[in-house]
Structures are given as structure tokens and as C-alpha cells.
């Protein structure tokens, strides 16, 4: 990860490529090489995704019952960071859209944009927008209410089905869409709450 003063803005990220080729053994010439074709390369977007019961101080961020429980309502964190370093990004969205026995539990904030909840489409939406290569690093978090119903004792229960991350290369003027894995009970981004997962 750069800081914003090893980040050259002025640089463009790109690959050039060419074939050279010989026939029998002749020599090798400009008039054996093929046009250069250049690659622009998308900026190098991350999104880093944690649930958490307990945060790095080992303060409990969640309440309730923890593995989750038949019946009753665990609170649960998320984290979201970006980092971005090459480009800067523009129409910069991230969603996911909730199972039905987890809702959405506010206690949210975003360092920069908007973080929402459509409650018609159970979706939580982080709509950042334009997001210039001088903010290497923007960060949200809310917590999420996890209620499994009987269908789900005993079986280890998907959180986050997977996060879509959206943008538009400003340099490149490319499409970068990423989705990441499913997140579950089992909390494995939390050392103090990570465990089988398997709700009660």
C-alpha cells in the first residue's frame, strides 16, 4: 500500500507489446517486428471486507448470542475499506444484497459518499462516486442484525452473499466490477469470535 507521497500521479500505468521474428535463420530487423500494441491498465481497486463481533481492541462491536441462535438476534459489524493507487475512479458503488434473516442494524458511517439501506431490496448500498487517486484509502462500517430461523440450526449461515465492487477507470475509461466471496458465521476475520459458525 502507497502513501500519497510515493504515488506518482503523473505516471501512466500501461503495456507495450510487440512480436520480433526471424525466418531460416536470417537476421533480425525492424521489418521483422510487429506494431506495438499498448495496453492501459486498470487501476489496482480493493475492497477489503470484514464481519466482526469483536474489534482490534477486543471490544465487543456485536451483542447477542454468538454462535447465532435459533429465535434471537445477534448484532454483528461489518467493515468495508478501500484502497486504490493508480487511477483515479469515477461512478465507485458497493452493494450487497442481504439473505432474508439478516437486516440491516444502522450504527453505520463512511469516510467519504453515501452508505444506505433499501429496505424494499434488503440491499446495503455505499455509493462513493468519484473517488480521486489522492484518497488512497476511504473506509465504512454499520452493523447487521442476524436472526436464523429453524430451516438453519445446525448448518453453518451466509452473512454477506457477496459484495459487488463498481467503478469506472478515469485513465482507462474501463469497467472494473469485482464481487467477493460469501462471508459467513463462522467470522473468520474475528480471532477472538471465529469458530464453527453452526448456529444453535
Known sequence: ?????????????????????????????????????????????????QIRYFNDDNIAVGSGPLP?????????????VINNNLHELNDLRISVTLPANVKWDNKNRASVGSLDYDSQANQVVWQVGRL?????????????????????????????????????DSETGMQINKTLKAKTTKLEDDSMASGDGIVQ
Request: glycine share 4%; proline share 5%.
Open 1 to 49: 500500500l502507497k502513501t500519497p507521497a510515493e504515488i506518482d500521479l503523473s505516471k501512466s500505468y500501461q503495456a507495450k507489446s510487440y512480436v520480433r521474428y526471424s525466418l531460416e535463420g536470417k537476421s533480425v530487423s525492424s521489418d521483422n517486428q510487429s506494431n506495438i500494441i499498448i495496453n492501459k491498465i486498470n487501476s489496482d481497486l480493493k475492497l477489503a471486507e
Open 68 to 80: 447465532p441462535k435459533v429465535g434471537q438476534i445477534t448484532s454483528l459489524k461489518v467493515y468495508w
Open 132 to 168: 480521486p487517486v489522492s484518497v488512497y484509502k476511504a473506509d465504512a462500517e454499520f452493523n447487521l442484525s442476524v436472526s436464523p430461523g429453524e430451516a438453519l440450526r445446525n448448518k453453518i449461515m451466509i452473512i454477506l452473499p457477496g459484495t459487488n465492487v463498481a467503478a469506472v
